[in-house]
């Protein structure tokens, strides 16, 4: 099933090339409505969150991201952005990667999307980082039980260059290592 959404996502981006451009007025609002109630629901303290109900919502949301796919409603950049944040915040490897593809398409109908490159290399991070592979961009965490610290995932340090991070609105990895500090205080 997550081969033809891939399949989906890729014939959205021939459909959607081959008409002309739309206007922000063209957004799926659903979609949007959706994507803020995904970025709503992770507002509270982490440990102040219900992860069951989260990742109920987290599904409903995904299920009918695809529905909305295969009924060709979402067709701007914005619609792929708002898509693909839904799906980065799946749990398994498909959704990663569907995430990333949904990414790729926003940055790639809108190239000065800064926040769809930042959702980009964070999806393809995140799919690395959950496929057992060092990230390349720096971008995810974990919080490793041992030290109850969050620690910076491994990087490839020869993947993409700090000059491709700031390309992709990603901080270098000296900034991305300050960051871990700031997850650990207290």
Do not use: C
């Not at 509270?44 to 299920?63: C, Q, T």
Request: charged content about 30%; cysteine-free; aromatic content about 10%.
């Amino acid at each position: 099933m997550r081969k033809s959404v891939l399949i989906f996502i890729a014939a959205s981006l021939i459909s959607v090339l081959a008409q002309p451009a739309f206007s922000a007025d063209a957004d799926n609002q659903q979609l949007k409505l959706a994507e803020e109630a995904d970025q709503s629901d992770r507002k509270k303290p982490e440990a102040e969150i219900d992860w069951i109900v989260l990742n109920a919502r987290d599904e409903a949301r995904r299920k009918q991201v695809l529905a909305w796919l295969q009924q060709g409603k979402i067709v701007t950049a914005n619609d792929f952005y708002n898509a693909a944040m839904i799906y980065q915040h799946g749990d398994n490897v498909a959704d990663y990667r569907i995430a990333n593809a949904l990414a790729t398409v926003s940055m790639t109908l809108n190239p000065e999307n800064k926040h769809a490159k930042w959702l980009y290399a964070a999806s393809w991070d995140r799919l690395l980082m959950n496929s057992g592979k060092p990230q390349w961009f720096g971008t995810q965490y974990r919080f490793n039980p041992k030290t109850e610290r969050f620690e910076l995932y491994a990087v490839d340090l020869d993947a993409v260059s700090d000059q491709q991070r700031e390309e992709f609105n990603v901080p270098d990895l000296k900034k991305a290592k300050e960051m871990e500090k700031r997850f650990n205080q207290d």
